[in-house]
Every structure is written in structure tokens, then in C-alpha cells.
């Protein structure tokens, strides 16, 4: 079954709008969620990952906050730039150690217009 | 550092014939994961290696699917008998390993495999 789930497919937004991406996971272990990025002909890169002190992990104006609770890891920006255009994958690490397999979401096609 | 090396970056087979895809992980790193990209599956886990060694192949269709890591340079992997669902972008990403449960995947930029 699905370990990750992002609900939306296509968010199409206006610059200067903010940005909510959701996913929310399931996990056995203690999870650690992480956000990959992925520009148009571009491989995917990092954009952040959970931490486990409860820092809230921010990098060029998005952040995420993990929220056991809820077992949610949404991405969040205030405002939206064009360049943020791009698919944005929410990803859990499985299992225990480092024996375990990165799981990603189905991803989330973020189109930004003037 | 040249990042993670995929090649070709683009192949087109015909049906039922076979596919080879390259990977060179990024120096250093012991850890290496394939995985398919398609607009329907997004990014789906094919399979995984550590210092050579595989580790988890659960993503794998069993039949036609393999992959194999002969040295800490290089890892393939092959598909015979290629069918049209085979259709995807096939990316590889390496990382440092052992490096705990926060470790950052590197992501080459993959290779498309096209079957007509």
C-alpha cells in the first residue's frame, strides 16, 4: 500500500499566493519525511527534510513542520514565486537504519503564473 | 564533482527487445537506488544496493527486470523483453551510506526509455 500519500495532483497558483502542498504518511518506525524538487528537465534535488528536535527545516522560503500527531509533513510558502514552478515529491524513509528504502509520494505539479 | 552519471539519456527499443541503463554514483558514495519515473506512479522504488551489496529489490518485476552493481563505480540495469508499460524515465541516485536515516539521495538526470 501507499506509505506516502499526496493528495493533489495539479496546483496551478498566481504569484505571490501562497503555497500548501500536502502529504501525510504512514509509517511503523520513527519516519523521517523529506521533500524532493524536481524542475523541468532537471533531475530532483533535496528541498528539505524533517528533523528530529522539532526544528521547523526551512530552505529558500519553504518549510515543512512533521506533525506525528497527524502523521503529516505539508510543505508551506508564504508566496509564490514563478521559479517554484516545478514537481515537488514528498518522501518517507522505511524501515530502520540504513537498510531502508526512500518511498515517494506520486507528486505534486506546481505550474506558478504571473 | 560531476554528480550522478546516467547514459543514454535517451533510448527507443522495439518490443520485445532488450534495454541496458548505466549508472555511475557520485565518488564516495556507497549507496545506490533506481528508480522509475511515469506522470500516473510518480517516482516508484525499483531497487537499492549498499557498498555493492543488494539490499532490497522489492520494487522489482521479478521477470524481466535486473540489476547488478559489479564494482563501486557502476551499476546496471538491464530489461529484457521490453514491453510498451516499460515506458518511463528511469533515474538513479546515489548517497552516502552509513549515514543515518536523514541521508540525502543524489539524483542523476536520468534516461528515458521509449518502447515502440
Known amino acids: 500500500g501507499d506509505s506516502v500519500t499526496q493528495t493533489e495532483g495539479l496546483v496551478t497558483l498566481t504569484e505571490g499566493l501562497p503555497v500548501m502542498l500536502n502529504c501525510t504518511y504512514q509509517s511503523t518506525y520513527s519516519p523521517f519525511l523529506f521533500w524532493y524538487v524536481q524542475h523541468l528537465n532537471e533531475a530532483p534535488k533535496l528541498l528539505l527534510k524533517?528533523?528530529?528536535?522539532?526544528k521547523r527545516p526551512e530552505h529558500q522560503g519553504f518549510h515543512a513542520t512533521l506533525h506525528k500527531s497527524s502523521s503529516s509533513f505539508h510543505l508551506q510558502k508564504s508566496s509564490a514565486q514563478l521559479s517554484d514552478s516545478a514537481l515537488y515529491y514528498c518522501a518517507l524513509r522505511e524501515g530502520q537504519g540504513t537498510g531502508s528504502k526512500l518511498s515517494f509520494g506520486k507528486g505534486a505539479k506546481l505550474t506558478v503564473s504571473p | 564533482n560531476a554528480g550522478v552519471i546516467q547514459t543514454p539519456r535517451h533510448k527507443v527499443t522495439g518490443k520485445g527487445q532488450e534495454a541496458t541503463l548505466w549508472c555511475e554514483p557520485i565518488?564516495?558514495?556507497?549507496?545506490v537506488f533506481w528508480y522509475r519515473q511515469t506522470i500516473v506512479q510518480g517516482l516508484e522504488f525499483l531497487t537499492y544496493?549498499?557498498?555493492?551489496?543488494?539490499?532490497?529489490d522489492s520494487g522489482m518485476p521479478k521477470e524481466r527486470f535486473s540489476a547488478q552493481m559489479p564494482n563501486q563505480s557502476h551499476s546496471t540495469l538491464k530489461i529484457q523483453s521490453t514491453q510498451p508499460q516499460d515506458s518511463a524515465v528511469y533515474l538513479c541516485?546515489?548517497?552516502?551510506?552509513?549515514?543515518?536515516?536523514?541521508?540525502?539521495?543524489?539524483f542523476g538526470s536520468g534516461t528515458r526509455l521509449t518502447v515502440l
Open positions: 524533517s528533523f528530529t528536535d522539532n
Open positions: 541516485a546515489s548517497s552516502l551510506a552509513p549515514g543515518g536515516c536523514a541521508e540525502t539521495l543524489y
Open positions: 565518488s564516495g558514495h556507497s549507496a
Open positions: 544496493f549498499r557498498n555493492q551489496a543488494p539490499i532490497d
